[in-house]
């Protein structure tokens, strides 16, 4: 009757019932414990649950996608620049040469 598994944390594996009824827990270790716990409050709201992870799920890839984005720009920004820092660099050291720095 598991239908949906996600990782709670990067030491623990929850996986529900179809119906949010029942909640299995287990270390993600591989260790032979397993906690199953009954929650009927869950399953009376299990609509809202669903949109809430659904919605998580939405921002988390957004906020993945602007990082990814940021990233890519601040790169495109150092590369743009790179060629004007050696300009500069040069002119510098022109400048030094001929005592004005």
């Known amino acids: 009757e598991d239908s949906d598994s996600s990782e709670a944390s990067s ?13 299995m827990v287990s270390p993600s270790s591989g260790g032979c414990l397993l906690s199953l716990y009954y929650t009927p409050h869950l399953s009376l709201r299990q609509h ?16 993945s996608c602007a990082r990814a984005g940021l990233n890519s720009a601040a790169a ?3 590369d743009t620049l790179r060629p004007l820092e050696s300009k500069f660099s040069s002119l510098c050291q022109l400048l ?4 004005v720095g």
């Open 96 to 99: 030094r040469d001929y005592g």
């Open 76 to 78: 495109s920004w150092k």
């Open 11 to 23: 030491e623990t594996h929850i996986v529900c019932s179809a119906d949010l009824g029942s909640v």
């Open 48 to 63: 809202e649950l669903r949109w809430l992870s659904a919605s998580y799920s939405f921002v988390t890839a957004q906020i």
